[in-house]
């Protein structure tokens, strides 16, 4: 999987803003996603379109995108290949890509942060992960 960030061809785990963490909240993965590298009309190293493709198809055997009428409409795409098309043509733009597949992750992640906020054992060990994490 590449980085979020532009120029990254892998996740870096010293670089927290590169990828999205099972322990992130929902607010980071938004920001997260929102910062990510994603440029228009290309799908080939684009981090959004990995994620899609990789973490929320395999997940949800689908990609909601939720968007306005005056931009096409909400869409459920059940195909990889016409999700590529889409976004390849224009028809499917980042600003609208962003915001939906920030909903499917945490959609993704939101049973893994119930369970470290209310399991005692879980919540400890998530505590001494977060010590050791690199920051820059």
Known sequence: MPGLLEGQEKMSKSDPN???FMEDSEGDV???IKK??????VTEGNPCIEYIEHIVFPWFSKFELNRSEANGGS????DMAELKA????????PADLKPSL????NAIL???RQHFANNKEAAALLKQVR???VTR
Do not use: M, R, W
């Open 102 to 105: 920030s909903k499917s992750l």
């Open 75 to 78: 869409k459920t795409y059940t």
């Open 86 to 93: 889409d976004y390849t043509s224009g028809a499917l733009h």
């Open 110 to 112: 939101e049973p893994v």
């Open 30 to 32: 938004n920001v997260k």
């Open 36 to 41: 990510a590298f994603c440029p228009p009309q």
């Open 131 to 133: 010590s050791y994490k």
């Open 18 to 20: 590169s990828a999205i």
